[in-house]
DNA sequence: CTTTGTGCAAACGATTTGCAGGATG
DNA sequence: CATCCTGCAAATCGTTTGCACAAAG
């Protein structure tokens, strides 16, 4: 999937998210990539070249793009909150190695059906979460 | 599941843990219970009546367990470790609303396929994480 | 008695917050 | 030009660590 800085711009001002510089570049960095990166990857990669955005801002910018449901929290392993731009349904594939964290297409799992739930738990989504070891991981 | 304290303490053994008061506390504990406390709320319930443990005790009590893998952790939520004794497959609902959090059996789900994993990823397990509204919650 | 666990307090790291100045619409 | 964002530093919160003493086997 390639973005162009236009639909990004369009897509934050539909959210009625003001497009500042720093918002532009979190979200543009997340769409671009595919591996769940932390805040702390985020203020690395967004700092390389020049200085764009503080901590404190991507926190921010994170957390109003999580608002407007453009961003999601993915929570895998202990203590590491990772954020996902890509909103469609998915699953994830955790390598139990290196701590790779993957997108599993939606169709490459069977839809999943709730047999015997208890009566009074009302599901209104499921996500699989796949643990194993990638390719280059594997020996 | 009712668990007798020589059954317990026997389990411990078995895995070559000292038994002490306080480590035998937080194991019984999360045997009795089924709500995946967090360390506060250990710490809150097994200093209830008398003092038992410390907070770093706990911490250090759930980290042997779980090298020993008695005890497992359980991360559904932003920012909360929880922790649950209960070692066999199972799957996990969480409400959306309260955020209690529940096990499902592993029955009560379908067994699930991975379809069209990408060539190169290996499966070892997996787990279904369900979202709703428990019957507390609803209307 | 040797080894390991406990508890306290200090240290730590990720995230949040207060606030003044700056940019956006 | 009113509103919202940014960045800095300080504050916060869960978790970890260092160390002296105590307990387990």
Known sequence: MQWQANEIVQTLKS????VTPQRYAVYANLLARHDHPTVEQLHTD????????????????LQALREVGLVREVLLEEGVSRYDANIGLHHHFLCTHCGAIEDVDWEAVQRVDFNKLRTGL???KY???????????QP
Do not use: F
């Not at 959210?15 to 003001?18: N, P, Y």
């Not at 996500?127 to 991981?137: F, N």
């Open 127 to 137: 996500e699989v979460t796949i643990k194993g070891v990638c390719d280059r991981c």
């Open 15 to 18: 959210k009625k998210l003001r």
């Open 46 to 61: 967004l700092n390389k070249e020049v200085p764009t955005s503080s901590q404190a801002t991507i926190y921010a910018a």
């Open 122 to 124: 009302k599901a209104e």
